[in-house]
């Protein structure tokens, strides 16, 4: 029984990052992932777009499904205003303990709630449980087969509005064909994609950016 690579992901993160500095935590990931062991955090590159795509948005309340171990938590939490609510959604409870500690360590539990459990049952149960009227932004990082269903559950359930960005990591690699498909062509979403790499290396992927038409 030894140690998970998100456990040796966090022991770097609580070795080498500074308290507080959520700098700090990203460059010490990515060192990690680089340098020890690939992890599929969405990475340096593609995070750079996530960056500004969130720094551009500026969102009050703001969604990720998907978190692992809270890199791109990390990375977008940073980014809020003031005032502003990260919601993300993490099923696997090893993966969501870890994540835990990762935000704790950067210092961004004011900005952030993970929630643990499947992203299909706790999506409609958004606004009873968290007060959420709508999403400004979302950040798609979980199970692909899920981005699509999810997607539709979202527009269901009333939490997009005119405006809202939908983000989607990993849609050349591993691929989401058909959330593709579905967002591309339907007139409710006007897409772009962003051409990059898959994280740590030289593969292609990309982010899909959506806004919903309402
Ligand atoms: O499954 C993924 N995420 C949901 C579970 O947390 C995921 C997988 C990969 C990946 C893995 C194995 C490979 F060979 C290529 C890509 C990459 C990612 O960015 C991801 O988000
Ligand atoms: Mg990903």
Not at 38 to 56: F, P, Q, R, Y
Not at 100 to 122: C, F, H, M, T, Y
Not at 168 to 187: H, Q
Request: glycine fraction near 8%.
């Amino acid at each position: 029984t030894g140690s998970t690579r998100p456990q040796r992901l966090l022991r770097a993160v609580q070795k080498k990052a500074t308290q507080g500095d959520p700098q700090s935590v990203i460059a010490t990931i990515d060192h990690f992932c680089r340098h020890s062991e690939w992890a599929m955090n969405v990475g340096d590159e593609k995070g750079s777009i996530l960056d500004s795509v969130v720094t551009e948005l500026n969102p009050s309340s703001a969604l990720e499904l998907g978190t692992y171990c809270g890199y791109s938590t990390v990375r977008i939490a940073r980014l809020l205003p003031p005032g502003s609510k990260l919601i993300t959604l993490e099923f696997n409870p090893a993966y969501a303990a870890v994540a835990r500690q990762v935000i704790a360590w950067a210092g961004l539990n004011d900005k952030v709630q993970l929630v643990e459990g499947p992203s299909g049952d706790l999506i409609p149960q958004m606004k009873e449980l968290f007060g959420v009227q709508t999403f400004d932004f979302v950040f798609l990082d979980h199970w692909k087969d899920r981005y699509l269903p999810d997607t539709k559950l979202l527009e269901e359930c009333g939490l997009l509005r005119k405006g809202t960005v939908l983000l989607a990591d990993n849609v050349i690699c591993p691929g989401t064909p058909e959330y593709l498909e579905y967002i591309r062509n339907s007139s409710r979403y006007e897409s772009r994609y962003f051409k990059s790499h898959l994280e740590y290396t030289k593969v292609e992927d990309g982010l899909e950016k959506s806004v919903f038409l309402g």
